[in-house]
């Protein structure tokens, strides 16, 4: 079965910095993909999404990056803030999918 | 004005008991999901439904038992908890599939 997940658990980041996540998965007819932010004691938050026909797409602050050669994603955060700790789940679904399917998620912390 | 809304936000019950926690969307979404996080933050779909209807059931034990009673109410019934039952329960909604998932706060279910 196809699966989702994230290179590393936790991310340790100086406020200000650059923030780099990343993501792998294994299902070629995956066809979207999102990332999300979920705080302490909340459920998950909508930061960005990209579909295949894409190799990148920029929100504020934040930038998705697409490989479907190598079935890799990564989500880059600008100018990381405080704000910015949370763990970070990125998820995929294919084009007949009822469902996102999530990876483990990575812990950013921000260091003042 | 919130999106996605269950209740109640925490349930502590003990091992046998039955429940149920409510769901409720005021986004005119057609899709509703339940979805598991265990311990580890690990997000998990159990069940998937389109307009009323069940779509993924995600080898979820039959003491779990969702039910829409219309297209913006998914409830989730579990009968005779299992401590193994302790999780985080979101519910989620989304305009079609294939695309972002609006998500609840979360339940936090503990079975005692």
């Known amino acids: 079965g196809e699966s989702v997940g994230l290179h590393l658990p936790t991310l340790s980041v100086q406020e200000g910095d650059n923030s780099i996540i990343n993501c792998a998965y294994s299902?070629?007819?995956?066809?979207?993909f999102i990332w999300y932010k979920q705080e302490s004691g909340k459920g998950p938050q909508f930061i960005i999404d990209?579909?295949?026909?894409?190799d990148k797409r920029q929100g504020q602050r934040v930038t998705v990056l697409l490989n479907k050669t190598v079935k890799h994603l990564s989500l880059q955060i600008a100018a990381t803030q405080p704000g910015d700790s949370a763990v970070y789940f990125c998820?995929?679904?294919?084009?007949?999918?009822?469902?996102?399917?999530f990876g483990a998620g990575t812990t950013v912390t921000v260091r003042a | 004005d919130t999106a996605v809304s269950q209740t109640p936000k925490y349930l502590v019950t003990q091992m046998g008991n039955d429940k149920s926690i409510k769901c409720e969307q005021n986004?005119?979404?057609?899709?509703m999901y339940w979805y598991k996080q265990d311990s580890k933050k690990f997000l998990k779909i159990m069940f998937s439904?389109?307009?009323?209807?069940?779509?993924i059931n995600e080898t979820v034990p039959n003491r779990f038992s969702p039910k829409s009673p219309d297209k913006a109410h998914l409830n989730l019934h579990i009968n005779s908890l299992e401590l193994g039952d302790s999780a985080v329960y979101f519910c989620?909604?989304?305009?079609?599939?294939?695309?972002?998932?609006?998500f609840g706060q979360g339940t936090r279910l503990t079975v005692v």
């Open positions: 989620a909604s989304s305009q079609v599939r294939n695309t972002e998932a609006f």
């Open positions: 299902n070629s007819a995956s066809d979207y």
């Open positions: 990209i579909r295949s026909n894409m």
């Open positions: 998820a995929e679904s294919g084009s007949n999918d009822y469902k996102l399917s």
């Open positions: 986004l005119g979404h057609d899709t």
């Open positions: 439904y389109n307009n009323k209807e069940l779509i």
